[in-house]
């Protein structure tokens, strides 16, 4: 018999004991984190075979207050015996009060909502309603972006990804970061040059546009791409930029909206209103529950020329009942200044961490949402640094969300649960301070 053809001999011994074996590997060239994981609850994630992980990535940075949340599964079981999916025509009573919910804690004109699944589903349809409201087909992003892996989504993102699968969406363009550690364009000080950085960007956008800009969309804070905070008077000048080439701004808020910067959204420390904006992640806690939140000008514009984003899931009863939830939660609780106090107490004790170890090379961020880069070592480079000290953090019970990516590798985004204590804020700076120690300063 060919071995080939036999399922028995060609899955062979040492692939029975893999428990990935069916899997499909989607993360590129990284592998699946090591374990099973058996349940989760607060900020502990607990395995098959009884360890225990403080989570400081909230999931995959979604679940905002902790993993089973006590009012979120009251919810769930409460909605889902009662009602959990429609014909995606129809309405529920818990998508009209979400909707109503939202707006209420957006500034003005945003008023309009429509509830999907996925950031990169809600970015989707962003792009597809500035395209459709302004006639035109380009889009500008930044250069190290992330939203999502949907065809223009997918354009719209050029920190991974890109290689191999054929032609882009045309008309796409790249917006150089304002990455202050790494600064491309200094002024006489040294200082990152942000306006100048700028204004040249545009030059090269304009000179490559063929008069069809459509919409500019970015993050507030680039988090794939390093964590990279917005220089303040940045966002406002990017309005004024996109507003002056009648471009519609959308702002991609899926994992700082919320409370997790320490304002309610991100992009109201800098007095500017998106003319689109785009949740997910952090609206179902860890539920798939997305957004694209905008103006009754602009949802009028686009319902007068069809606008056509029809999905099974879209406005489906379960996960909305679930976002009304968080927000109550949120509001509640008061979980912005909640998220500004424990994020003072991490970037204060990554400060400090910061005067003993030489391979950290910045500490950054808003909120619970921080950025720790490390920079090369003596035994070797950034990426495998990273990769070393998020092994031992691991090992010794932290799960530490490292940004992947070729010359990212040594950027750690961290971020906890809003709902985490000062104790657990505490233990996992004890914790990354032991494996910088094992790792980095041997």
Known sequence: MDARRCPFVASGHAGRHRPERRLVRYSGRGAFSPGIIDRAEGSTVFTEDGRELLDFTSGQMSAILG?????????VRAQIDRLDHLYSGMLSRPVLDL??????????????????????????????????????????????????????A??????????????????NFALPVP?????????????LDWRRQLDLGFDLIDAQSVGSLAACLVEPVLSSGGVVDLPPGYLAALRDKCH????????DEAQTGL?????????????VVPDILTLSKTLGAGLPLAAVVTTAE????AHDRGFLFFTTHVNDPLPAAVGSTVLDVLARDRLDVRARELGERLRGGLGELAGRHPAI???????????????????????????????????LGLHMNIVQLPGMGGTFRIAPPLTATEAEIDRGLEVLDTALTDVADR
Request: one cysteine or more; charged letters at 25%.
């Open 99 to 152: 909707a109503r919910r939202l707006a209420g804690t957006m500034p003005e004109p945003l008023e309009k909502s429509l509830f999907l699944t996925t950031g990169a589903e809600a970015n989707e349809a962003a792009l597809r309603m500035a395209k459709l409201v302004t006639g035109r087909h380009e889009v500008v992003s930044f250069a190290r972006s992330w939203h999502g892996m949907t065809q223009a």
């Open 361 to 395: 090379g910045d500490v950054r961020g808003r909120g619970l949402l921080v950025g720790l880069e490390l920079v090369d070592g003596p035994g070797g480079d950034a990426d495998k640094l990273g990769a070393a000290v998020t092994g031992r953090c691991a090992e």
């Open 179 to 191: 990455d202050r550690f790494r600064p491309d364009i200094v002024d006489a000080d040294g200082n």
């Open 298 to 301: 602009i949802e009028r514009e």
């Open 67 to 75: 993993h089973s949340h006590p009012e979120i599964v009251a919810t």
């Open 244 to 251: 002056e080439r009648g471009m519609l701004l959308i702002l």
């Open 154 to 171: 997918a354009s719209a993102t050029y920190s991974a990804g890109r290689g191999g699968y054929g032609p882009a969406v045309p008309g």
């Open 259 to 271: 409370c997790r910067t320490g304002d309610w959204y991100a992009f109201q420390r800098d007095g």
